[in-house]
C-alpha cells in the first residue's frame, strides 16, 4: 500500500487547513489510518485516528476540539481538518496505515507511511 499525502502549507495562527491521504488499495474495514506529526527537534507524536466508520475517533489531547479526521472509504482516502490553528502545530505530517486495527496511538504500530506534507502557521 502507498500513501500520498497533501493539502500542506502556510497559514497564519487561527487559520485553517484540510490534509488528505490517499492510499493507493483499496482499505479494509479492519485497517486504522491515522495521523502524526513531527516538528523539527521533537519526536513523531501521534495526531488523531479514525475507524472504518469514522465514528470511532481518537485525537491526542493538544489537538483535540480543534482538528476532525474523517475517512471516505470509496476513496480510499482520510483527511484532517485543521482549525484554529497554532504556532506549535507547526509540523511535517505524516499519515500511515496499519493492518492492526484502529485507534493505535503508537507509530511502531503501522507498517505503512506516506511522506509527509509540511505545515506551517506563523504567529
Known amino acids: 500500500v502507498q500513501l500520498q499525502a497533501f493539502g500542506g502549507g502556510l497559514v497564519q495562527a487561527g487559520g485553517s487547513l484540510r490534509l488528505s491521504c490517499a492510499a493507493s488499495d483499496r482499505t479494509s474495514s479492519t485497517y486504522g489510518m491515522a495521523w502524526f506529526r513531527q516538528a523539527p527537534g521533537k519526536e513523531r507524536e501521534f495526531v488523531a485516528t479514525?475507524?472504518?466508520?469514522?465514528?470511532?475517533?481518537r485525537y491526542a489531547d493538544s489537538v483535540k476540539g480543534r482538528f476532525t479526521i474523517s475517512r471516505d472509504n470509496a476513496k480510499n482516502t482520510v483527511h484532517l481538518a485543521m482549525n484554529s490553528l497554532r504556532p506549535e502545530d507547526t509540523a511535517v505530517y505524516y499519515c500511515?496505515?496499519?493492518?492492526?486495527?484502529?485507534?493505535?496511538?503508537?507509530?511502531?504500530?503501522?507498517?505503512?507511511w506516506g511522506q509527509g506534507t509540511q505545515v506551517t502557521v506563523s504567529s
Open positions: 500511515a496505515l496499519t493492518t492492526r486495527g484502529w485507534g493505535l496511538r503508537s507509530g511502531n504500530m503501522y507498517e505503512y
Open positions: 479514525a475507524s472504518w466508520s469514522g465514528a470511532g475517533t
